[in-house]
């Protein structure tokens, strides 16, 4: 614990230059008292500490003692903090080591890289989750993440849909995460499954390892998966009329890439601007309530149950609203 703490404080000195003792005691969470014993610590340990008096005062190192990083240019070393995502690493409970791991990176950095760190850190900040999505409880990452690293077999507890609860025995090849969700990538039974963690009931590592396929490739077992699971989950299509200038306001309600390629394969507008477009939909019932969110921009053309279904439901907020119904209501 305390040597932690003295390779910290090295590391703050290392980075700021001169700091007080009551900054490195809110940085290193002790108290001030505290950090006089550590300072005392390290000069006993042979590292040159110096105390410099009066208002502009603090701790500093001797000129040049230092570790100097080498083989990274100053824009390597800003990307490297532009890809630490202090909330994945958090969830991985590896929050504190990522911390000091940055700490040690930017004490070993020579001034101009630095630099370019601490802008990079000040001027950019990742959120992995979309707006309007909170972020999935995964009690049980830091288990299933240590099981990934040490190659050791795990036993889970799983919620399937329809809130089936299975044991499943897996070896677990790797971990994904996608749009703030993680998932794990393991071996069942000859097979390679995918889980969604936060559907982990319980995680116990068992002892003993197991052998990773030969030429199992993470990356991209993970572009199939994901492309054939597009697939899985788009199961119907619909032929719609948009109307003019309602590209924009589709592709927020489907997604760019379905609104793209359906406009690629679309014929040329009819004499009022509409085109006709064909695009893939999970299901009748998810359809009706995403395409509503559209308003009169569209117009339902088929499959006939698709359009039924949209025509009561706008019969419905007519009558809600005290409107005469649609013809066909």
Known sequence: MRAGRLLSLLMLLQTRGRVTAPQIARELEVSVRTVYRDVEALSAAGVPVYADRG????????????????????????SLFLAALPG???????????????????????????SRAFRMRERFHLEVPGWYRGTEEVPHLAV?????????????????????EVERLVHPYGLVLKGGTWYLVAGVEEAVRTYRISRILSAQVLPGTFQRPAGFDLTEYWRRWAADFRQRMYTAEARLRLAPGAHDMLRLTLTAELVDAALAEAGPPDAAGWVTVVVPVESIRHARWVLLRMGAQI???DPPELRAAMEREVAGMAAVYGLAAPPGG
């Open 144 to 164: 299933v993440s240590e099981a990934v690293w040490e190659e050791r077999p795990l036993r889970i507890g799983y919620r399937r849909w329809g809130q089936r």
């Open 299 to 301: 117009e339902v053309l």
């Open 88 to 114: 994945p690493a958090a969830e991985l409970g590896l929050a504190e080591e990522a911390s000091a791991a940055g700490l040690k990176l930017l004490a070993a950095l020579p001034p101009e890289p630095r």
């Open 55 to 78: 208002p502009a005062g603090g701790y500093r190192l001797l000129d040049g003692y230092r570790t100097r990083l080498n083989g990274l240019s100053p824009q390597e070393a800003a």
